[in-house]
Structure formats: C-alpha cells, structure tokens
C-alpha cells in the first residue's frame, strides 16, 4: 500500500534498500528520495506490533535510528498496526504530504538566511547508505 502511495504522488523511492545507520546494517521498508532538498528519508511500516518479538527487535532498530542522530518525521516515518488495526492509504498520503509541505517551509527558511540546505542521506543505487549527516 505504501509503495502505491509513493507512486501516486509521484515520489522516487527504493524498496527495503541496504542501508548503514549507527554502524548496523539495516532495510527500512522504504527510502524516498527528494532531489529538490537534496535528502531522503526512511519510511518504516511497523504492522505486526501485536506480536511481542517483532515490537521488540523493532523498537530497538527505531533506537538506533534516533541515536543515529535521525529525528521521527524529520528523517523517519513510522506507520504502525496490528491484526486488526492498519492505517489507510488516505492517512499515509496525508502524513507524507504533511512532511513535503515542512520541506518546504524548513527549506524556504534556510535560502532567505543565505544557507544552503544539507541532505540527511546519500541514497547511491543499490549501495548502502553509509552515513546520516544532520
């Protein structure tokens, strides 16, 4: 579903890419890449958090993310669910969109201080990402 709504809204994207944060090696269900910010971000779906083993191995690559210095809806998403419980195309569309429009407004800001923007995360084919710089 995910990858539908990238597709929908026209983004560039790699599926379960080979991707280095904090020194461990890792495949984040999605990296987008935004060439007009020069950046990309990870998109995690987390849908299975009913089952305590995958809510635990999860929760402690999601800690590694942060203290990779990645911020949640800056550098990750995170869309969660259950059995019985999973977001709609319609809520991951909005929260994408929502984070494009803080590219904006973030990247706009720095161009009229005379800064130039700093990508997140060097997506290079199929290699690994090896580094975050925020």
Same mark, same amino acid.
Request: charged share 20%.
């Given at each position: #579903? ?7 809204? &026209?983004?560039?994207?790699? @599926? ?6 904090g020194?461990?090696t890792?495949?984040?269900? $999605? ?6 910010? &020069? ?8 849908? +299975? ?19 990779? &210095? +990645? ?14 419980? #999973?977001?709609t ?8 969109i929502?984070?494009?429009?803080? $590219?904006?407004?973030? @990247? ?27």
């Amino acid at each position: #579903m995910i990858a539908q709504v990238l597709d929908s809204l &026209g983004l560039e994207y790699k @599926y379960e890419p080979e991707v280095i944060v904090g020194g461990e090696t890792y495949y984040p269900d $999605f990296a987008v890449w935004f060439p007009e910010f &020069g950046r990309c971000i990870f998109i995690e779906f987390l849908g +299975m958090l009913d089952r305590q083993n995958y809510a635990y191995k999860n929760g402690i690559k999601i800690a590694n993310y942060l203290n990779a &210095g +990645m911020v949640i809806n800056r550098d990750i998403l995170i869309f969660c669910g259950t059995k019985n419980s #999973m977001p709609t195309a319609d809520e991951i569309a909005e929260d994408i969109i929502a984070l494009i429009t803080k $590219f904006c407004r973030m @990247y706009s800001s720095c161009n009229q201080m005379g800064r130039e923007s700093t990508p997140s995360c060097t997506l290079l084919s199929s290699k690994p990402v090896q580094g975050i710089v925020l």
